[in-house]
């Protein structure tokens, strides 16, 4: 388990309690909404009295975390509401409903090599600077009955190279069309209140259509699990396993705490193995820290993508990646020389990094933390860092995998995120009673020391498929 992270800030902390707001341009949450949870043995009527007092309306609730979604009205800001919820007794904790951001650099040349599977130096790099793939395959290639859900924009579930590894809901009725999600029965076969819910489920508009309008979800999803030895296209980590569509960013890569807290009930609620976060944001969401404490109760793994700025996350913790729950695994990205990856010039997220948003504000009871700039204003655009908030690297510059209805290379730590989920998946593939912590245990034990991550991360190494493998089989052995 991760030691609390001790937060380093560059400015006052307000001793009335209030919030300041940092010339931010667009506000890293959703305004006019806010997440309140309520201490254990609320009723509701406590809770109807809380929202008349800085009238709100309940949008949902989650009842297993005991936290509502408000929206507020018009006349009352959200961090007016903030600090009005958190100063009442019954509110363990109130916050802004959070955004949170995709974790790739976009690139535009077209690399048809998979590096990080196989480096033979094809790409001016050190050979064998990769997850030792080949290796790992001839341990184990994947199995079907591994669920991996991947938290994203969605996944083109009919791309020629996912579609026989995209998870199908055995306790729906099948589409008639399996490629119209219109084509349902309309009916909630499972009870778990989602209707046709056949192959995942889009929850920013509610409804079973989790296909990909950005790309970043299916690409993720191909590094995991394109299907291997079919003679198309590309081979994920896992030749076969089941991918599970949770669509909680939209085309801009943007998606909010609340989406994702539904996306990861869902998960829990689906019996999911894995969860694939390749997405953050600098703003520390409670409500979120519970749910993915939720899915380690649960027995789910939950590896995040440690950020795309340069920057010590013991210093600037980037979120979910550093959110101090058992089952979290942070990755950063190495690149095809084993080497720290780094994408460009920084200066606010430059160089086309995308992960993580302006930080100026950390709401936090019972004051807020202020930071009086961006972190990202010192930084370069690279992959994150942490010796105690990040575990692992794995390959994320010019990575190649599937992308919308083709293929294409992406950077990021979006990109090593999927890798570990991968191995990950075969680890649980071939011993299908390891525990989550067991699987993160052989992930961080196994790695191949990195000189650039000596002292910047727990394991200091990147992720090694074959080597957790082997211990995996001695294990299985014992």
């Known amino acids: 388990m991760k030691k609390k992270l001790a937060i380093t800030f560059l400015a006052f902390m307000t001793i009335m309690f209030s919030i300041s707001f940092r010339q931010a341009s667009k506000p890293d949450f959703v305004p006019g909404e806010v997440l309140v949870k309520f201490r254990t043995g609320y009723t509701e009527a ?255 793994l939950f590896v995040a993508a440690a950020g795309n700025d340069g920057i010590n996350t013991d210093e600037y913790p980037n979120y979910p990646s550093c959110h101090d729950v058992p089952n979290v695994v942070s990755v950063a990205a190495s690149d095809d020389e084993d080497k720290r990856s780094i994408w460009g010039s920084g200066g606010g997220g430059g160089g086309g990094s995308d992960c993580g948003s302006c930080g100026f504000i950390m709401y936090r009871k019972p004051m807020p933390l202020v930071w009086e700039k961006d972190p990202r204003t010192y930084a370069t655009a690279g992959s994150n860092y942490g010796a105690i908030s990040v575990d692992l690297a794995a390959p994320g510059t010019e990575i190649y995998s599937t992308y919308l209805t083709s293929y294409r290379s992406l950077s990021g730590t979006s990109m090593a995120t999927p890798y570990v989920a991968g191995v990950a998946g075969l680890l649980k593939a071939q011993n299908s009673s390891l525990t989550h912590l067991e699987i993160k245990q052989m992930l961080l034990e196994n790695t191949n020391f990195l000189a650039d991550f000596d002292g910047r991360s727990v394991s200091e190494g990147r992720v090694n498929a074959f080597s957790a493998l082997s211990a995996g089989a001695m294990l299985v052995s014992q």
């Open 46 to 300: 406590t809770a109807t009295s809380v929202l008349s007092q800085v009238g709100a309306k309940r949008v949902q609730t989650f009842p297993r975390i005991n936290v509502w979604q408000l929206k507020l009205n018009v006349d009352l800001d959200v961090a007016e509401a903030v600090n009005k919820l958190n100063a009442l007794s019954s509110v363990e904790y109130a916050e802004p409903n959070y955004i949170y951001h995709t974790c790739a650099v976009p690139n535009d040349q077209y690399l048809p090599l998979q590096w990080g599977i196989h480096n033979t130096g094809q790409t001016d790099g050190v050979a064998d600077a990769d997850i030792d793939a080949p290796e790992a395959w001839d341990v184990q290639t994947g199995n079907s009955s591994v669920l991996i859900g991947i938290i994203d924009t969605g996944v083109n579930y009919k791309h020629e190279d996912l579609q026989n590894n995209i998870w199908i809901n055995p306790g729906e009725d099948a589409w008639t069309n399996p490629d119209n999600p219109q084509t349902g029965n309309g009916v909630d076969d499972d009870g778990n209140g989602k209707v046709d819910d056949w192959k995942g489920w889009n929850f920013i508009t509610n409804t079973n259509e989790p296909m990909d309008d950005a790309g970043h979800g299916t690409h993720c999803a191909g590094i995991i699990g394109a299907e291997g030895n079919n003679n198309i296209g590309i081979a994920g980590v896992n030749w076969q396993t089941q991918i599970v569509p949770l669509k909680f960013l939209n085309a801009d890569g943007e998606g909010n705490s609340a989406n994702a807290v539904e996306a990861i009930f869902y998960a829990i609620d689906m019996g999911v193995d894995i969860l694939s976060n390749s997405w953050g944001s600098y703003e520390e969401s409670l409500t979120l820290r519970d749910a993915i404490a939720a899915a380690d109760n649960a027995g789910i």
